[in-house]
């Protein structure tokens, strides 16, 4: 389905990420994969070392990309808090600049280059928790939050323009560290990355192309 398009994937070096980038690659995309480290050098693929809280440097990396078919906001972070009002700064910002700034600036230097063409495709990683608030989680709720807002509104601004904006909500994903962090939960039942992989691809092809704004849920069984 994504034959032929140039696909950018962030936190291509994360769980989630890494089964983003096999299935564009799978399905004929050429794959710009950013990340903060790599555990490794590719040949099948495009790898760009970023720290994508940094703007100028993210602005410098996306100038010298031609064309920019599709954008996959997977880099992100959880993390479990106290209550809301005993939440430090540090840790309102940490969740924020994960999860909000990163599709912020990736947004921001990539849409201009898909409005000169007229065309491409934003997929986004929001949450099914984050869809109320939740207990402890007072931070990443507010953060996942703010990413699906930022989908709908920009959507709203884009689809004339034939970009569409779109993200899936996942609920707990079938990652090494949440099997280490649940060890007695029914693994079976979380989402299996390969499965939201998936959707992220369909939403960021030509089958997606009337679809605008939705806030896809992906839960597995859980």
């Given at each position: ?67 920019i078919d599709g954008l996959f906001n997977v880099a992100g972070g959880f993390a479990m808090g106290p209550a809301v009002y005993e939440t430090q700064a ?133």
């Open positions: 389905m994504l034959n032929g398009k140039t696909i950018i994937i962030t936190g291509a070096n994360g769980a989630l990420g890494s089964a983003v980038v096999e299935s564009a690659v799978g399905q004929g995309a050429s794959v710009i994969a950013i990340d903060r480290l790599f555990n490794g050098e590719r040949d099948d693929i495009q790898q760009i070392t970023l720290d994508l809280t940094d703007v100028k440097a993210v602005t410098t990396a996306i100038a010298a990309i031609n064309t540090s840790e309102w910002e940490a969740m924020f600049s994960m999860n909000v700034a990163t599709a912020r600036n990736m947004c921001a230097a990539v849409v201009p280059k898909m409005l000169a063409e007229s065309c491409g495709a934003i997929v986004n990683v929001g949450a099914m928790s984050a869809r109320e608030g939740q207990g402890n989680m007072g931070a990443y709720c507010v953060a996942k939050s703010a990413v699906m807002r930022l989908t709908e509104s920009l959507s709203k601004e884009l689809r004339e323009q034939r970009v569409n904006v779109n993200a899936v909500l996942p609920s707990i994903i079938d990652t090494p560290t949440n099997r280490a962090d649940m060890p007695d939960a029914e693994h079976s039942k979380w989402v299996d990355p390969n499965d939201l992989a998936e959707v992220i691809c369909f939403l960021g092809s030509d089958a997606a192309r009337a679809i605008h704004g939705a806030l896809v849920p992906v839960v597995g069984l859980s």
